[in-house]
């Protein structure tokens, strides 16, 4: 079956730290995005990608970076990790053509400490 | 810019029914979804309305105004499952969406 996954599930690193987190998917979707989940902030959008090579910022993409090089991947980096960024970071993705359905991923904890 | 208000708790009886409202003010507008998240999960997506009425699905509707800039999540007999949070979405560009902060319902016994 086709699915979306995140690792790793928990991570705990410095402030100051650069980190990745992996996001793949195995749908065939073009389309991939990452939100990140607080409290009180619902899904806020922070990077998204439409295809191969094409990425674009969302909402809250300041100190977050994201490439894509193939349709399956779509890592997000924080560049210098900072307490504000602890979160729950989600992947998703959704198929091209109108208005389609976003499949999430179950989600990383990430804690800057 | 995009901006969603929907009620941030809600409790109900189990059997009972629910209708969560969602108001939105959009800049360009392709359609309202709602996705449901239990505590520590996903969101899952449940439905979407890209044209005014109810769009039904098993024991959840779906309703939406564009005039009125208005929707709605209808639970029918509510189960403990039904526990989750709720979140109203809406479409302002191709496939790219703006998620409110969420509903969290509580069914009691």
């Known amino acids: 079956d086709a699915e979306i996954t995140q690792s790793p599930r928990h991570k705990i690193t410095e402030t100051g730290r650069q980190v990745t987190l992996a996001c793949h998917q195995t749908?065939?979707?073009?389309?991939m995005f990452w939100y990140r989940q607080d409290l009180g902030h619902g899904l806020r959008l922070i990077h998204y990608s439409y295809g191969v090579q094409d990425t674009n910022k969302g909402e809250v993409s300041d100190g977050y970076s994201v490439s894509r090089s193939n349709t399956e991947d779509l890592p997000l980096t924080l560049e210098s990790a900072a307490s504000s960024q602890t979160s729950v970071y989600f992947c998703?993705?959704?198929?091209?053509?109108?208005?389609?359905?976003?499949?999430f991923g179950p989600g990383t904890r990430l804690t800057v400490l | 810019g995009q901006s969603l208000e929907q009620p941030s708790e809600v409790t109900a009886v189990e059997g009972a029914i629910v209708q969560i409202n969602c108001t939105y003010q959009?800049?360009?507008?392709?359609?309202l979804s709602w996705y449901q998240q239990h505590d520590g999960g996903a969101p899952t997506f449940l439905s979407y309305?890209?044209?005014?009425g109810l769009e039904e699905t098993g024991r959840f509707s779906s309703f939406l105004s564009r005039s009125d800039s208005y929707g709605y999540l209808l639970l029918q007999e509510l189960q403990m499952k039904d526990s989750a949070s709720y979140f109203c979405?809406?479409?302002?560009?191709?496939?790219?969406?703006?998620f409110g902060t969420g509903t969290k319902l509580q069914v009691i016994p």
């Open positions: 309305n890209a044209l005014d």
């Open positions: 749908w065939n979707h073009n389309n």
């Open positions: 979405a809406v479409g302002g560009g191709y496939q790219k969406v703006t």
């Open positions: 998703a993705s959704s198929e091209s053509g109108g208005y389609n359905e976003q499949f």
């Open positions: 959009t800049s360009g507008f392709y359609g």
